[in-house]
């Protein structure tokens, strides 16, 4: 089984207006699951690390217009499973989203092969996000989200710079957030890419002038079975603040 996104949880932009955020469980949690949140939204907090989370790099863009995000990750366990929502916090402020991944297929042991997180001061409508990885081993799910402060518009023609595999949207949405009153979309898709060679920058078009940007991109290492084996093929959820 190749590593793949099999459900998402969201939590609506315009949710929450405080300092925390409640994203709802994908469903289908099992025990091994790979679950990737991820959280932010246009303001300059800094996103906290979830207690039994690890958090990845966070992207922020403070120039006029703020947008902030950061994905964390685990390894689903029973508290998971039986779990119907998830909540993340921010070090002050408000204006908080999210939404959370999750993935099977995965290197149980490594999950997370390379990871980045950037952003993007300038307006446009197709943002190019100077964000390149270079994977360690072959067919990574490669996964790409991008968030965007001011302007409401869907996603389209997600790519990487080198290599692209065929990607698939996860999220999509655009709203304005509680607490700033600003406007601001936010998505992501995936797709599994069998080179190990530098992925290069993500771009999206987006059909609006956006004003800041911020955008993520992380691979995710396939199972590796061990000679003469069957793999397993535990699944992984990720998740992300907005």
């Known amino acids: 089984m190749a590593v793949a996104v099999q459900t998402v949880g969201t939590a609506a932009i315009g ?5 925390a955020i409640t994203i709802t469980a994908p469903t289908g949690i099992v025990v091994g699951d790979l679950l990737i949140a991820f959280v932010g939204g246009p303001n300059d907090y800094s996103v906290n690390t979830a207690t039994g989370w690890t958090g990845l790099t ?3 863009s403070i120039e006029g217009n703020q947008m902030t995000m950061k994905a964390q990750w685990k390894i689903a366990v029973q508290a998971d499973v039986d779990a119907s929502n ?30 980045t997180c950037e952003n993007l001061d300038t307006d446009g409508t197709d943002p190019v996000i100077t964000n390149t990885l270079t994977p360690s081993v072959a067919n990574c799910l490669i996964i790409l ?4 402060a001011e302007a409401q518009n869907a996603f389209s023609g ?5 290599s692209p595999p065929t990607f698939t949207e996860h999220n999509d949405q655009s709203g304005t957030v509680a607490g700033t009153g600003r406007g601001m979309s936010r998505g992501c898709a995936s797709g599994v890419r069998p080179e190990t060679t530098a992925t290069g920058n993500s771009t999206v078009a987006f059909g609006a ?23 397993n093929n535990n699944n992984l959820l990720l998740m992300g603040v907005g």
């Open 15 to 19: 949710a929450s207006v405080g300092t």
């Open 58 to 60: 966070q992207g922020q």
């Open 86 to 115: 998830f909540t993340f916090t921010v070090s002050t402020g408000s204006g908080l989203t999210g939404f959370m991944l999750r993935i099977d297929g995965h290197n149980a042991t490594t999950p997370i092969n390379a990871e």
């Open 145 to 148: 989200s991008i968030w965007e």
């Open 158 to 162: 997600w790519a990487i710079a080198t």
């Open 209 to 231: 002038t956006g004003n800041r940007w911020v955008g993520a991109q992380i691979a995710v290492a396939p199972v590796v079975a061990a000679a003469g084996t069957v793999a």
